[in-house]
């Protein structure tokens, strides 16, 4: 089992700045990608940024140029920086993280953090 607890989300004005954190534990030896997804109210939950064990990011057209993933494979975390932030990034943001298994690639969520950026 994989635990994800994530930090970092609150209230910011447009034009603002925020920085999301996760950090893994349990079996954290065979994790591999691992990204931060989002459901804002009404909405499907969607895809925000993903990056892999290597370092290769992956953006949502929306948060391109804006937001920024990165993570540490040594501490198992996985940061989001946003910057230029839009009332429409107001949203539960959560954490994602993808481990190998003899029976195939399960999906590991956290439980959410909350970011609202008011206009």
């Known amino acids: 089992q994989v635990q994800l607890v994530e930090s970092g989300g609150g209230l910011v004005q447009a034009g603002g700045s925020l920085t999301l954190s996760c950090a893994a534990s349990g079996s954290t030896f065979s994790i591999d990608a691992m990204g931060w997804y989002r459901r804002a109210p009404g909405k499907q939950r969607e895809l925000v940024a993903t990056?892999?064990?290597?370092?290769?990011?992956n953006y949502a057209d929306s948060v391109k140029g804006r937001f920024t993933i990165s993570r540490d494979n040594v501490k198992n975390t996985v940061s989001l920086q946003m910057n230029s932030l839009k009332p429409e990034d107001t949203a539960v943001y959560y954490c994602?993280?993808?481990?190998?298994?003899?029976?195939?690639?399960?999906?590991?969520w956290g439980q959410g953090t909350q970011v609202t950026v008011s206009s």
């Open positions: 990056i892999s064990t290597g370092g290769s990011a």
């Open positions: 994602n993280a993808l481990r190998d298994t003899p029976w195939g690639t399960r999906a590991y």
